[in-house]
């Protein structure tokens, strides 16, 4: 009896190291697969928020970190600098919209340096399938009513949904998200207007933060 537990013990525990084996020599082989596939993500989704033609230079690694409220979070955040000919042509500011439905919500958007915003896309969220995630562009064309939107003021009352008097479609049902985004959005582009030329001076830090 007690040599069968023994047996059995000693099994289990092969078995065990097998399986952690296995695991890290997965996590080994497709590190750098999945590192090359958020990378062509990153520059796809760069590139819809400031059009290749204005820039020149490798947006996806022309990178600064950043801590600011405006951010919607504590944590450092990536702001991408475009240039053309050497010359600072728009930025992509990472975000988080922290009121969200079911949670944070981490946005990218696109700012020239008139101060137009070019674009907006959501990068992650947990919002309700059929509701909420319509702030998804695989799902619906609503983030596309960010393009070309200016700012006037860092309590710009346009940039609220219809329902608070501003100039965003909201949904059916689920008017907190676009809200969150909305938000999230404005404080992102007013933030990466006003500071701009600070911004441009950082040192590029992103891959040595990560």
């Known amino acids: 009896m007690i040599r069968a537990m023994r047996n059995n013990g000693a099994i289990l525990a092969l078995a065990a190291l097998l399986s952690t084996g296995l695991v890290a020599v997965t996590n080994t082989l497709t590190k750098d697969t999945i590192a090359e596939q958020q990378r062509i993500q990153l520059l796809r989704v760069l590139n819809q928020v400031i059009p290749e033609d204005m820039h020149d230079n490798a947006l996806a690694k022309t990178c600064t970190l950043v801590t600011s409220p405006n951010l919607g979070t504590s944590e450092p955040m990536p702001i991408y600098i475009a240039t053309k000919n050497g ?90 998200t676009p809200r969150a985004v909305v938000s999230a959005a404005r404080n992102a582009a007013w933030y990466a207007m006003q500071n701009k030329d600070t911004i441009v001076r950082q040192p590029l830090n992103c891959g040595a933060a990560s």
């Open 87 to 176: 010359e600072p042509t728009a930025m992509a500011v990472e975000a988080i919209a922290p009121d969200g439905y079911n949670g944070a919500i981490k946005v990218l958007v696109g700012v020239d340096t008139n101060n137009t915003v070019l674009g907006v896309r959501v990068l992650s969220h947990n919002e309700t399938p059929g509701l909420g995630d319509k702030i998804d562009l695989n799902v619906s064309d609503w983030v596309l009513s960010f393009n070309g939107k200016n700012i006037e003021s860092e309590d710009d009352k346009r940039w609220a949904v219809y329902k608070d008097g501003g100039q965003f479609d909201q949904f059916t049902g689920a008017t907190i």
